[in-house]
C-alpha cells in the first residue's frame, strides 16, 4: 500500500520560517493537500493542489513539491503555528496520511 | 457557512456495529462537485482514512476496512452515515466526517481534499 512519510517532530522559533516534508513514491505525479490539528481540535485544511491556499488562511503558510518530496512552509511563524500538520494525498481512489508532525514553536 | 456534526453512541462492545451519523448543515450534501467522507484518530495517533461517498451513492472506501465498512447517505435527512461491522479495542478512535472535494481536469473530475470538518466524536470499544 501507498505510504507517505513525515519527520515525527520539527522546532522553529518565533519569527523563524519552519519546512515540514512529506514524501512518498512518485508524489510529484499526484496533489498532496495539508492539514493542521491544534490539541484537542478537529484538522483544518491550509494546502491543497500542493500550493493552493484556502480562503482564510495566513499567506505565512504555502507549499510546493518537487520529485517525490512536497513541503510545508511556515514563514514568519508565529506561537498559534504549534501543532501537528498532516499530509494527505490519493493513490488508486485510496486517500493516503502522512503520520503527522509536531511543530513545536520555542 | 458549511457545517458537519457527528452523532452516535460513544461506547460500541466488541464484534458490535459501530453507527455514526453525520448531519450537514448550511449547505446541500446533492451536489455534483463533492463526496462527502469518514476519516478515523485513534487516541494520540495520525489520521486515517475510512471512506467517502457521493449523494448518487458512488462510495471509495479504504482497502484495509472495506470488508467491515458501509457507508451510505440521505439526501432527504442532508446526512450521510457509517457502519463499521466486528469492532475490536482497535476500532477506538475520534470520528471525523468530513466533506471531500472534487477538482476538474482534461474533461474529469478528481479526488481532491476534506475540508470543512466536523468536530469529531469519540468512539470507545470495549465491554
Known amino acids: 500500500s501507498y505510504e507517505l512519510t513525515q519527520p515525527p517532530s520539527v522546532s522553529v522559533s518565533p519569527g523563524q520560517t519552519a519546512s515540514i516534508t512529506c514524501s512518498g513514491d512518485?508524489?510529484?505525479?499526484?496533489?498532496v493537500s495539508w492539514y493542521q490539528q491544534r490539541p484537542g481540535q478537529s484538522p483544518v485544511l491550509v494546502i491543497y493542489q500542493d500550493t493552493k491556499r484556502p480562503s482564510g488562511i495566513p499567506e505565512r503558510f504555502s507549499g510546493s513539491s518537487s520529485g517525490n518530496t512536497a513541503t510545508l512552509t511556515i514563514s514568519g511563524t508565529q506561537a498559534m503555528d504549534e501543532a501537528d500538520y498532516y499530509c494527505q494525498a490519493w493513490d488508486s481512489n485510496t486517500a493516503v496520511f502522512g503520520g503527522g508532525t509536531k511543530l513545536t514553536v520555542l | 457557512q458549511l457545517q458537519l456534526q457527528e452523532s452516535g453512541p460513544g461506547l460500541v462492545k466488541p464484534s458490535e456495529t459501530l453507527s455514526l451519523t453525520c448531519t450537514v448543515s448550511?449547505?446541500?450534501?446533492?451536489?455534483?462537485?463533492?463526496?462527502w467522507g469518514w476519516i478515523r484518530q485513534p487516541p494520540g495517533k495520525g489520521l486515517e482514512w475510512i471512506g467517502s461517498?457521493?449523494?448518487?451513492?458512488?462510495?471509495y472506501y479504504n482497502p484495509s476496512l472495506k470488508s467491515r465498512v458501509a457507508i451510505s447517505v440521505d439526501t432527504s435527512k442532508n446526512q450521510f452515515s457509517l457502519k463499521l461491522s466486528s469492532v475490536t479495542a482497535a476500532d477506538t478512535a475520534v470520528y471525523y466526517c468530513?466533506?471531500?472535494?472534487?477538482?476538474?481536469?482534461?474533461?474529469?473530475?478528481?479526488?481532491?481534499?476534506?475540508?470543512?470538518w466536523g468536530q469529531g466524536t469519540l468512539v470507545t470499544v470495549s465491554s
Open positions: 461517498i457521493h449523494y448518487s451513492g458512488s462510495t
Open positions: 448550511g449547505g446541500s450534501i446533492s451536489s455534483n462537485t463533492y463526496y
Open positions: 512518485e508524489l510529484g505525479d499526484k496533489y
Open positions: 468530513a466533506r471531500l472535494g472534487l477538482y476538474y481536469y482534461d474533461s474529469s473530475y478528481y479526488l481532491n481534499c476534506f475540508d470543512p
